[in-house]
């Protein structure tokens, strides 16, 4: 696999306008989603579900490529088309979460660290036979009195520089996510330093594990105060943050920044996103890959009426789409 290829795969992750849609919530999280509106977590509403979101008509106007979970991936359309072969039809880069999830970090208490590293090569090997062309790799960044340490943050590093060379070894281009957690009554000065130092550490391991950056995505965190902290902030200063931090942290070399929207609402989720490219010119394209603030009101629209809502949700996602990749331009208006 060439760097070209990867670098190509890359910019058009992040193509003008367009963003992410990340479902690939594991079984144990969907579960959870599902319960939320009183969906039965069934092998066959997980399909039903991922169908709806990738049969959105018209969904590439605005979306460039879905991370997808194992189970996914393995599957089909009710007509029997694999969802890696729909999406490459209509141009939707198929991509695949290869983590593990985070597992408490022995002797730091209140950390984690991301697993999933044993058998990656074979993982990615056959990911690719399966259509994904990129992969997402999520580590856990916790605020709290004491924490994050350093040896968290250097762990979890280490594991997503390792995991993205894998990635470029076998064709895939590896989106790497560390999210510092919103949750906590930390303020905004407090994520932006945890946000800093993490990534000046994440950029660090890519460096010495010889991950080539023109075929990388960062999937970034916003700097933003803790969900419970007194001091909340307005949209113009969470987006000046957040460019501030990745300006001092991010090589002007990476194709692409994408966010998660880590439990923001959806208005916030595309208003910071929207005032962050008004703000521009940024030194990389900044879009989203957002998971909760994609879905959420599609999944409660069809959890009415599985059948008689099917085209509502799908519509529901169309329009989160568009008011996101209008944001990825600067031109979204609320
Ligand atoms: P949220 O946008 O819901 O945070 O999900 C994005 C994601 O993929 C987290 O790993």
Redesign the pocket.
Known sequence: MSIEQLAETALAMVAPGKGII?I?ESTATIAKRFAGVGIENTEENRRAYRELLLTTPKLSDYISGA?LYDETLRQSTKAGVPFAKHMAEHGIIPGIKVDKGPAALAGFPGEVVTEGLDGLRARLEEYYKLGARFA?W?AVINISEDIPSGTCIEANSHALARYAALCQEQGLVPMV?P?VIMDGSHDIDTCFEVTEVTLRSLFGSLYEHSVVLEGTILKASMVLPGSTCPDQVGVEEVAAATLQCLKSTVPATLPGIVF????QSDEAATAHLNAMNQMGPNPWPLSF?????MQSAALKLWSQDLVGNLAKAQQTVYERAKANGQAALGEWKP
Do not use: V
């Not at 890959?289 to 603030?293: E, M």
């Open positions: 990340a690939d991370i997402k999520r996510e999210e998660l929207s880590g439990g890959s957002y998971g909760r603030a």
